[in-house]
């Protein structure tokens, strides 16, 4: 088995306040980290939320500016899921397992920019139409590192 459990969904949205407000005011789900993203130009606010007593986040992101890679995807798309990320052992293995039934990834490397995060994206699903995430955390007391972040909305870029 290559997936230990589900980690996280993620949305990409126009507008990530009423998609805070329904999952905080109507499903208990609490802000657990706020981010602000820098793409060399653009910008763009992330929010993790988390359904207290559980290790399941609910990561929603909002383009601010009308290029941006977030804002290019939600105007293609519309505001909707973008993936779904599951917890790996070793996400080396686990990326080497899925290449191996044809699954191709956004990118060639493993996101690691510090912080006890990697991360790898999925090309869109020709079934289903869905990204998949392979997050390893390597610490429990970190939610998402802004750093994996942004390389990982940058290696969505042309989709």
Same mark, same amino acid.
């Given at each position: 088995?290559?997936a230990k459990q589900l980690d996280h @969904?993620?949305f990409?949205?126009? &507008?990530?306040d009423?998609?805070v407000?329904?999952?905080?005011?109507?499903?208990?789900?609490?802000v %657990?980290q706020e +981010?602000? *993203?820098?793409?060399?130009?653009t910008k763009a %606010?992330?929010?993790?939320l988390?359904?207290? $007593?559980?290790?399941f986040?609910?990561f929603v /992101? =909002?383009? *601010?500016d009308? /290029?941006n890679?977030?804002? !290019?995807?939600?105007?293609?798309?519309?505001?909707? +899921?973008?993936? +779904? #990320?599951?917890? %790996? /052992? &070793? @996400?080396?293995d #686990? #990326?080497e397992e +899925? !290449?191996k039934?044809?699954v191709e990834?956004?990118s060639k &490397?493993v996101?690691?920019?510090?912080?006890g995060?990697k =991360?790898?994206f999925?090309l869109?699903s020709?079934?289903t139409?869905?990204?998949?995430? *392979?997050?390893q955390r390597? !610490? &429990?007391?970190?939610?998402?590192v802004? $750093?994996?972040? @942004?390389e990982l @909305? !940058?290696s969505t870029?042309?989709?």
């Amino acid at each position: 088995m290559i997936a230990k459990q589900l980690d996280h @969904i993620a949305f990409r949205v126009t &507008d990530i306040d009423p998609v805070v407000s329904y999952y905080t005011k109507k499903l208990g789900y609490k802000v %657990v980290q706020e +981010m602000e *993203l820098d793409f060399g130009g653009t910008k763009a %606010v992330s929010n993790v939320l988390n359904l207290p $007593g559980t290790k399941f986040y609910i990561f929603v /992101d =909002q383009g *601010l500016d009308w /290029d941006n890679i977030i804002t !290019r995807w939600v105007k293609k798309n519309g505001s909707k +899921m973008h993936h +779904m #990320a599951y917890c %790996v /052992d &070793d @996400i080396y293995d #686990a #990326a080497e397992e +899925m !290449r191996k039934h044809g699954v191709e990834f956004t990118s060639k &490397d493993v996101v690691d920019t510090g912080g006890g995060l990697k =991360q790898l994206f999925t090309l869109p699903s020709p079934v289903t139409g869905m990204i998949t995430e *392979l997050i390893q955390r390597e !610490r &429990d007391d970190i939610f998402f590192v802004q $750093g994996n972040v @942004i390389e990982l @909305i !940058r290696s969505t870029e042309g989709l």
